[in-house]
């Protein structure tokens, strides 16, 4: 089975200071990991993805993630935040070896960026 | 760019009533999805389909169905509708079939049963 967990509800960190939102994941075989973005009102955005190859993946607005295997995890970071980057944040999984399966998805981290 | 859109994005209805939530894509993608999204909770499926006229069931099917008659097109119905059907629904899709391709989302259609 493929689970994701996302530990923290609610992050809160300064504009200008760097932000982490925390994943991590569960598969039997490897993964290939997501982030999106939701803002109020509207739909989930894709941010990034890792597939393969260097663990640290750039994605839009400026965030990154790093994957690490031996913690199964899949943190996302931003250097800067911005209030802008206030919204609610989704980490995504899929095995590898599970074929055509849908995204098994976190239950959200909501960032609040504070001027 | 993958367009996704859903009839509505705002939809109250009573108790009891048949409710038809529709979603439609412009890129030919072979796969659909419907979720619910409930604080706290974050988003759980509750049917896919990977060709017209086929449909899977998700984590969550119970009270709801799906039509796919076309591909590009698959709609969520509520057969009777229940105030624990309120929710924020998201269709989404993806292709080609498998592998590391992401899903995209459509802007959601808030639903209110009273």
New interface residues.
Partial sequence: AQSVAQPE?QVNVAEGNPLTVKCTYSVSGNP?L?W?VQYP??????LL?Y?TGDNLVKGSYGFEAEFNKSQTSFHLKKPSALVSDSALY?CAV?D?NS??T??V????TRLSVIA | DVKVTQSSRYLVKRTGEKVFLECVQDMDHENMFWYRQDPGLGLRLIYFSYDVKMKEKGDIPEGYSVSREKKERFSLILESASTNQTSMYLCATSSPPGGPVEQYFGPGTRLTVT
């Avoid at chain 1, 998805?105 to 959200?108: E, R, S, T």
């Fill in positions: 509800d290939y997501f999106y009102n509207r739909g989930l955005q894709f993805k597939i989704f899929r590898r074929g055509n849908p995204l998805f976190g239950k959200g």
